[in-house]
């Protein structure tokens, strides 16, 4: 049992490049989300998807775009990467929302825009 | 808008000593409040929740306590030993199907040996 599984685990982009973030779950969760971490800061949520068909935006959503692709995937784009992006990303699932919200992390990809 | 935040930012405590960790948020509406621990290098994960019918919840060295009038919770964790030496985030979650959690900045916790 895998989890949350984050690809890739480092990466590092010029100004202007893009790229997509994968993630998967294996434990049947409803809701995924991504965050973003960045030093003195916590956990910034980006976007989530509350059920498999549907996205909405966090706190922090301009410069990226997502995809719930099934029930398992929720992947993260960045079209067009700026060094303010640097940072680390967590993509997480949860059975449901509310008190049910207990998010199960995969392990970061640290991403730097240069 | 929605807003946790998290006190102190840095702690420093001698094995054995106990930790206190605060958190006040803004949404009168949040009754769910988990905490995680983040080993360095590592993903978050729960350690303890609590939800907003009780006001302290137990589970071996660690606690945590809710104030729903004042609006703040408390992460205490007592006898700290080396391996407690992580960042802790708590969080804030709307009632009934909220899926924006709100997490406050982290507290570093050094625990000497």
């Known amino acids: 049992n895998a989890g949350v599984t984050q690809t890739p685990k480092f990466q590092v982009l010029k100004t202007g490049q893009s790229m997509t973030l994968q993630c998967a779950q294996d434990?049947?969760?409803?809701?995924m989300y991504w965050y973003r971490q960045d030093p003195g800061m916590g956990l910034r949520l980006i976007y989530y998807s509350a059920s498999e068909g549907t996205t909405d935006k966090g706190e922090v959503p301009n410069g990226y775009n997502v995809s719930r692709l099934n029930k398992r995937e929720f992947s993260l784009r960045l079209e067009s990467a700026a060094p303010s992006q640097t940072s680390v990303y967590f993509c997480?699932?949860?059975?449901?929302?509310?008190?049910?919200?207990?998010?199960?992390f995969g392990q970061g990809t640290r991403l730097t825009v240069v | 808008g929605e807003n946790v935040e998290q006190h102190p930012s840095t702690l420093s405590v001698q094995e054995g000593d106990s930790a206190v960790i605060k958190c006040t948020y803004s949404d009168s509406a949040s009754n769910y409040f988990p905490w995680y621990k983040q080993e360095l290098g590592k993903r978050p994960q729960l350690i303890i929740d609590?939800?907003?019918?009780?006001g302290e919840k137990k589970d071996q060295r660690i606690a945590v306590t809710l104030n729903k009038t004042a609006k703040h919770f408390s992460l205490h964790i007592t006898e700290t030993q080396p391996e407690d030496s992580a960042v802790y985030f708590c969080?804030?979650?709307?009632?009934?199907?909220?899926?924006?959690?709100?997490f406050g900045a982290g507290t570093r916790l050094f625990v000497k040996a």
């Open positions: 609590i939800r907003s019918n009780v």
């Open positions: 969080a804030a979650i709307h009632n009934t199907g909220g899926f924006k959690t709100i």
């Open positions: 434990m049947n969760h409803n809701s």
């Open positions: 997480a699932s949860s059975v449901a929302g509310g008190a049910n919200t207990e998010a199960f």
